[in-house]
């Protein structure tokens, strides 16, 4: 790429064109002209505006306390992360609506169990399975 295809990209990228308008123009490839304005964060006018309204609105994390500023038009968060949201959730299974709890007798040993989300399952376990499937187990 020449000094003056790179000049040009950053004057069209800084007017709002986007990167396939760009490359059609310059005669070049797509890619080159992502991998440019990205390595020299060339983003054009789209920046100006903020991409995200705060509310004003805070709460704390239900796990940790951490402050959170809600976000406008958006669903309130109630954890400042994935690893707040697991750790609270798994340590409150009492207040998980299981929808899809099924039970089933084993056709091995006769057990009865529950199991969540597999309604496909037909063994207690995986001894069970293997000794029923295969013969094996403590009864020969």
């Keep these: 790429m ?15 064109n986007g990167y396939g308008k760009i490359a059609q123009m310059l005669g070049i490839s797509l890619n080159t002209v992502k991998s440019f304005c ?3 964060d060339i983003n054009g006018n ?4 903020p991409s995200v309204t ?5 709460t704390c ?3 940790c306390g951490i402050t959170i500023q809600q976000i406008a038009k958006q669903k309130k968060k109630r954890f400042c992360c994935d690893k707040c949201r697991n750790e609270w959730w798994n340590s409150h299974l009492d207040r998980v609506k299981r929808k899809a709890v099924y039970n089933f007798k084993c056709p091995h040993c006769g057990k009865e169990f529950h199991i969540y989300g597999d309604r ?8 069970c399975y293997i000794a029923d499937r295969f013969g094996g187990g403590n009864d020969e």
């Design 2 to 16: 020449t000094d003056n295809q790179k000049a040009q990209i950053i004057k069209l990228r800084v007017a709002g």
């Design 38 to 40: 990205r390595r020299n």
């Design 46 to 49: 789209t920046a100006t505006e």
């Design 54 to 58: 705060l509310t004003g609105e805070t």
């Design 61 to 63: 994390c239900e796990n």
């Design 120 to 127: 496909r399952r037909k063994y207690c376990s995986h001894e």
